[in-house]
């Protein structure tokens, strides 16, 4: 499509940008230098918050007018900063597309998908009305989206792959030279991981054009780039083929030790059990006040004796969440019953036995209070005092953190602090005590999320811990669970330790999968 | 269903409570006649009694509901005639005047709201942000005046036509309704899919009026219901400032006659175009916001 | 310069001359006045809107303005000289005991249907005033001493009328009683629903009167318009039949400044009253000031503060009960009158188009005036002097306590829809406030006002206007008699409470038999002085009545008795062709 | 950006002044508000010259009084007694040797200085701005935080009552109370229970704002986690959602409060406002209905403008006022 002017595609020098923050600037990107060919597939790999989509961003001249970008970024020859926004316009979604993250917040809700593509061939093409609607139903079709009433559709009614599969429409509908892919797969699941990275290739071959990869998983670009860059805290740290590079990149949860099978003490007695337990939710239609009863639970069966590890894994929407604040006492079963020490027991007792820790720990803290008064807040509410200092050392958080706001940590930091705080909670220190944890690694980086199953193994030798460990996936279950337990619709549909599910037949593990791959987000 | 009974529970209370209200405020309908020097006591009383003046509450409003079943919601003291009369002449000389100011000033606040988020800060934006304080801050009735004044002493005012009180109605619905265009509009422009389509090259008015307000349409499709709700009664007093044949006049009239069907006519009829306006708000808001149509 | 004065004599303004041949058919009445020429509208704007067509059940001004340009009474009150002259009744005799009236219609007269009026219109007319049934308001005025007038046909043009005590004036009470259209209004009377005819919706041809106008369309909220009545029973001098005008055409306009602010843009030809403050705006603007904006001098409206005199529950109301010990003090009320600055309140609130008031009757009522009423001026010293003998004494810093060292301060009530009452009563505090005495003025909504001071009796001091409809002291009776209804300072009393209002009591009834006009002049003289001695209304002021019609408008002789300025709209008519107004179709 | 902070930091100086000013009302006015000067009616504003009637230049600035003449504009000087801040005093800023008087906004129909009466007008009329904010704030937040987070029936009541009170014509409501007042009470008393009447009518707006916020504050995780450490409802709204609410209920203020003032003047308007000798902006501004008025005394609308410069004042938060006022 491109092949007026020789020489690299993008050259890009010495490129800074910064975000003014009070009383002064935040460099998110430092002193940049690369050379794109043409054709050629860039990877650019680093943690979340390194600076990646700021770059994209800056490249494109895109960032907020308060940011201060400084550099020469030169795409075919045309020099990109500080050039006019109109002619920066005219590239945008013509020559350069950029893919954004999250499909559902970057496509506008109340615009039918179809006409979304047509309106970004409208910018830059003149052309029939009834062009525009048949050259964006072409594009949705080669991004894989084929069927009519699917391009008709608006955004909510779509599945996330279906979604970026739309934003990948967008993208070359305009026939670009060069696509940025900002974490296209961050919201999907491996299997529709692995579809769209694929389209996303096929497409940008068949076009000739370059393509620039933003993710921060590895895996993802070990069979797709050329070329990778590893990036971090804004400066590129290394560059160079994507094989070389990637050997050197491993993800720090493969070098934790895989622990060995505890022994199973059958006999001993359930810290914690659900016997039946059910809980349907009911929603009402807006306009006409139907109510319907949407199952969420559905007779779960469950046992976890202390010092012991379950894994409930699903994919979303199988009830996973709800099972977990059941057991944590938050919500009250339909039917059925949870049970502790064999005993079904009131709310307040049963707070100081288990303690849950959030899908997102950093939300699960009040972000006015102080790490100090979010530590007390639970010897506050049962009358205790402690020592608050000690309690921070224990999940490795700094004393001088007291003091600080918890909006101020990093997101480590809270899961730490969130840890931290359900322990303050698990009071009772004669019995054994069940501690929650929904979800709550998956939002922290691959290295912080070691840490973080270091610390909790720890913990769970320290005080003979039992966890109720909810994912969506096997990865980290692998690393901690004793037992894991599927959860497909509200019920459990498999049972056993990981590594007999790791080795369970193919078409019934992804089963679990694709169920995982339909599932809608809530 | 739900919501009927919710309008119904809604209408109830408030004549109730209109009822009670004006049953507890001093003084009745007979009262001036007390002062005319040709009337006895016993004529009084006796036209108390054709008021049927000396009937307790429940009674009164038990009468009421029966008149509300045959359409006439009433006999006006005053007038001897049934409230229903007397009120749909006006009411549609009213919702004239409204209807006419609530599509303008909806015409002028959407392309201004929509300029002004555009060029956030610019001139023309800090211009109206002065304005509509400054315009805010004024009583309508202040208002009224002042723009009645101007109109008698530059030779335009006209009492029959709509420009007076259409400008007054304009002007004050006119801060409010640009202060909420601009914001939702700026909610939506911070959105990722508006920087999205920024990075898709759609720019200008195409972004601005294809692609964002639509999207920040929810907030002021509300808005929009609170405006055709306050068709009747928005513009009663500055009815009577520049005498308009309207509901105004004849609402205040009955108030201070102490008129008591003819007040609690318009009371129930603004309440009616309240639910209804509400109602046709939330219809538009499932019309136009394919979340709420198309449920997953 | 003004017709009105011109003419002395009762029926002076009248003369029976048969020159044209339409008139010679039938009793047409021949006015004086400039001889005009036909046709032209006139807008008028009203206050409010008609309630009704009914001239029996009217309650309202805007209704009886209305409806006395639909109808015609026997005999009326001529606004200018305030003396009565014949109407529908060609003439009428008196007995020596002043007992019986005969009166002679007029012959060959029509309603505005077209259908003639004879003698069984006017017994049918009384028959329904008279009807308890109906509760006419008028009814009461038929009354006289507890029992009803007594009307008999005695042939087709004579009606004769018996009073059943003798009553002074008896005449006047024709007044504004307006005849009623027999063919028109019997069946409804007969099934009991007199009341309910001739409402807003009745279709213009089921309505009919003897007035100069009848009615051609009304839209409600808007405007009412009458037409000309073809059969109207008045001539001019060369003998064409009156009305001059094409139509009249009422239109509703809640305020006063609206309707300033409409005559200025010429969308309206005549303005029946305004403030002094607008009438200056008039006087000064430039499409206005050629106008004819006249000062018809002190109207029949006096204002007066008075205090709460009459019984007081001091278990409820222990605070009123206590004041009234000072309200009660005569030398106190005297010593608030002689502090008021009445000046000012003719300067500041009137803009000096009032007249100071010391009695209740206005210098706009000369006939019944007391010249002799003392106008002392405002004394400071003087009110402390009176209040010293009364018991009161002063604080060091200066606030006035009575015999008990109870500061005195009291509330006054006006109404909100008054500003003018409002402004008198930041006068009077401030004037109160020189005597040491702390007032609070709380503006109350008009009925509410009422409410307290006719029924409730909760309020401590008051400032009310009346109006006179009528300059004999007659219609006045509800006010002086202590049984009255209007007795505002204290109401419907059984027994009168004071001996002064004994005496007035007696003066009023003797004054209301005694048929010698010197005579009752003398005895009603008498009830201003005893007034304005023990002042259970404190006269402040009376306002200017002040009207605006348009230049060319011939015949334009305001009175300063309602209605002001229509009064004669049968003369009125356009010197001109009617000045070309803008285009205005109304409001659709 | 700095646009705003700038105009932000004008308009809460603004705001301190205007506070500051009416407080300080018999200090900065010349004269008492209710003394009238009968013979000085509806007197225009006079001119500050620096030149005598000689033209002669002076430091001191001079007026031009009733009598056509200049006069000198002494400071510090004696005069009528006021109380400021329980302070008795009857030194005011500035003034001229009797018996003239410096109308420096004029003087209203009874001869009353309007610069005074503005300053002291400001006194009812902001107390009760903030005195029916502050009550309907805190009906608002009671009542909103119980349907909120307690929910069921309690809500349904609430809201429902809230609909009510948001479709009632409230004027005649005021109609009926001011008729009820006992007369006996101060007009200041009354201005105040005016206001409280005005704060409990307009509880509703806040308490559906309320109710939302409180609605989604309860849903966060951290609630979920205190309730998961056993704190009772008192503590999970005292310390979790009441706090969510703040910034709402500043905005909230920043909006009544203007609109409860506007609210009195129009009340003065329809003649039921805050009666003589008691000054508010309400009754300053309520001549204005007059044609007449504004056609001969112009400066009768000067304290119009000090109404609006107060509402400009409160609208600092409007930026985020616009976002959380949104009606409904």
Known sequence: MSESTPGPLLHIQSLSAAYRVEGGYLPAVRNWNLLLGRGEVLGLLGESGCGKTTAALALMGLLPASAQVSGSVRFQGMELI????????????????????????????????????????????????????????????????????????????????????????????????????????????????????????????????????????????????????????????????????????????????????????????????????TKSYHRRSKLTARHEEVPAVRGVDLELQAGRTLAVVGPSGAGKSTLARLMAGLEKPDAGEILVDGRELGSRALHRRIQMIFQDP??????????????????????????????????????????????????????????????????????????????????????????????????QRQRSLAYVLIAHDLSVAIHMADEVAVVSDGRIVERGSPRELQSLPHSRFSALAAAQALGKDV | ?????????????????????????????????????????????????????????????????????????????????????????????????????????????????????????????????????????????????????????????????????????????????????????????????????????????????????????????????????GLISSSLLVETIVGWPGLGPLFLEAIAARDFYLVIGPVMLSAVFLVIGVLIGDLLLYLLDPRIRIET | MWFGRVVKSVLGCTIAICAHAAVLSSDLLVTTGEAGHYGGSLVVLERAEPKTLNPVTALDAPSRDVIRRTTADLISINRRTLQTEPGLAKSWTTSSDGREYLLELRRGLRFSDGQPLTADDVIFTFQAYLDESVHS?????????????????????????????????????????????????????????????????????????????????????????????????????????????????????????????????????????????????????????????????????????????????????????????????????????????????????????????????????RPWLNAALPKPARSVEHARELLRQAGFHWDPDGTLLDSNSKPVQFSIVVSSSSPERAQIATIIQDDLKQLGIQTQVVSLEFRALLDRVLNSRQYEACILGLVSGDADPNPEMNVWLSSGGSHLWNPSQNQPMTPWEAEIDRLMRQQMTTLDHAQRKQLYDRVQQIASENLPLICLASPNILVAGRKNLGNFQPAVVDHYTLWNVEQLYWRHAPQARPAQGGVQ | MKHWSVSRRLRISGLICLHVAVLAAGFLGPYDPTEQNRALSLQPPMKIHFADDRGRLHARPLVTAADGRRYPLRFFVAGARYRCLGLTSRTHLFGIDPPFRVFLLGSDEFGRDQLSRALWGGQISLATGWLAALLALGLGLGLGTIAGFFGGWRDMIVMRGADLFLALPWLYLLLAVRAFLPLSLSPWTAALAIAVVIGIIAWARPARLVRGVVLSAKERDYVYAARGFGASSWRLISRHCLPETYGLMATQAALLVPQFILAEVTLSFVGLGVGDPAVSWGNLLSPIRQLSIIASAWWMLLPALVVVFAAWCFSLLDNQGERNGVVR
């Open chain 1, 82 to 277: 500080g050039a006019g926004e109109a002619e920066l316009e005219k590239i945008r979604g013509a020559q350069i597309s950029f893919i954004p993250q999250e499909p559902l917040l970057s496509l506008n809700p109340v615009i039918r998908v179809v006409d979304q593509v047509a309106e970004v061939l409208r910018a830059h093409r003149r052309l029939s009305a009834a062009e525009y609607q048949d050259r964006a139903r072409i594009a949705l079709e080669h991004a894989g989206l084929k069927a009519r009433d699917l391009q008709q559709a608006y955004p909510h009614q779509l599945s996330g792959g279906q979604r970026q599969r739309v934003l990948i429409a967008q993208a070359i509908v305009c026939g670009p030279a060069l696509v940025i892919a900002d974490e296209p797969t961050s919201a999907l699941d491996p299997v529709s991981t692995r579809e769209i990275v694929t389209l996303l290739l096929s497409l940008v071959r068949g076009l000739n054009a370059s393509l620039v990869l933003i993710t921060h998983d590895p895996r993802i670009l070990s069979a797709t780039a050329d070329r990778v860059i590893v990036m971090h805290d804004g400066t590129i740290v290394e560059a160079g083929p994507a094989q070389e590079v990637l050997r050197s990149v491993r993800s720090p949860i493969r070098g934790l030790p895989v622990p060995a099978d505890k022994p199973t003490d059958a006999g001993a007695a359930a810290v914690l059990g659900t016997r039946g337990v």
């Open chain 3, 137 to 365: 308001p008028q009814r009461d005025l038929l009354i006289i001493g507890g029992k009803p007038v007594s009307v008999e046909k005695l042939d087709e043009t004579h009606v004769r009328f018996r009073l059943p005590r003798p009553y002074a004036a008896a005449e006047r009470i024709f007044d504004s009683l307006a005849i009623l259209p027999r063919h028109l209004l019997e069946r409804p009377w007969r099934e009991g629903k007199l009341g309910e005819a001739w409402g807003l919706n009745t279709p213009p041809a089921e309505i009919a009167g003897l007035g100069p106008f009848r009615l051609k369309d009304y839209r409600p909220g808007e405007r009412m318009i009458l037409e000309r009545n073809p059969y109207y029973w008045k001539a001019d001098q060369k003998g064409n039949r009156l009305p001059y005008l094409d139509q009249i055409e009422f239109r509703f306009v809640p305020s006063e400044d609206a309707q300033v602010a409409r005559f200025i843009a010429g969308d309206a030809d005549i303005l029946n009253r305004v403030g002094a403050r607008n009438f200056e705006l008039l006087r000064t603007d430039a499409h206005t000031q050629e106008d004819q904006l006249e000062d018809v001098g002190p109207g029949l409206e006096y204002n007066f503060l008075f205090f709460n005199l009459g019984p007081v529950d001091a278990k409820r109301f222990p605070e009123i009960a206590a004041r009234q010990a000072w309200f009660h003090e005569a030398r106190f009320r005297q010593a608030v009158s002689a502090v008021v600055d009445r000046d000012s309140i003719v300067r500041l609130v009137y803009g000096g188009r009032a007249t100071p008031l010391w009695g209740h009757v206005t210098p706009g009522n």
């Open chain 1, 362 to 459: 950093g939300a699960s803290l009040n972000p006015r209070f102080t790490v100090a008064e979010a530590l007390a807040e639970p010897l506050a509410v049962q009358g205790r005092r402690s020592n608050l200092a000690a309690m921070l050392q224990r999940v490795g958080l700094p004393e001088n953190a007291l003091s600080r706001r918890t909006s101020q940590l990093s997101g480590g930091q809270k899961a730490r602090l969130a840890v931290a705080r359900a322990l303050a909670a698990l009071s009772d220190r004669e019995s054994p005590c069940v501690l929650i944890l929904d979800e709550s690694l998956a939002s922290l980086d691959l290295s912080v999320k070691a840490q973080m199953i270091q610390l909790l193994m720890d913990l």
């Open chain 2, 1 to 229: 269903m739900r919501r009927l009974l919710q309008a119904l529970f809604l209408l109830a209370g408030i004549s109730i409570l209109s009822f009670i209200l004006l049953e507890l405020a001093p003084g009745d309908f007979l009262g001036e006649a007390k002062l005319n020097p040709q009337l006895s006591p016993a004529t009084l009383a006796a036209l108390r009694h054709q008021y049927a003046l000396d009937q307790s509450l429940p009674e009164k409003y038990i009468h009421w509901l029966g008149s509300v079943a045959d359409g006439s919601f009433g006999i006006s003291f005053a007038y001897n005639l049934p409230v229903s009369t007397l009120l749909w002449p006006r009411a549609r000389a009213t919702v004239r005047l409204t209807l006419t100011s609530l599509v303008l000033s909806w015409l002028i606040a959407l392309p201004l709201g929509v300029w002004s988020a555009a060029g956030r800060n610019s001139w023309l934006d800090r211009g109206l942000s002065f304005a509509t304080s400054a315009l805010l801050a004024l009583p309508d009735l202040a208002l009224a005046c002042l723009l009645l004044f101007v109109a008698v002493r530059t030779g335009w005012y006209r009492s029959s036509s709509l420009t007076l009180p259409v400008t007054v109605l304009v002007l004050a619905a006119l801060p409010t309704l640009l202060r909420h265009v601009r914001s939702a509009v700026l909610d939506v422009a911070g959105q990722p899919y508006v920087r999205a389509a920024r990075s898709h090259g759609i720019s200008g008015a195409r972004l601005w009026f294809r692609w964002i307000l639509p999207a920040a349409a929810n907030p002021l499709v509300s808005l929009f219901g609170l405006s055709l709700a």
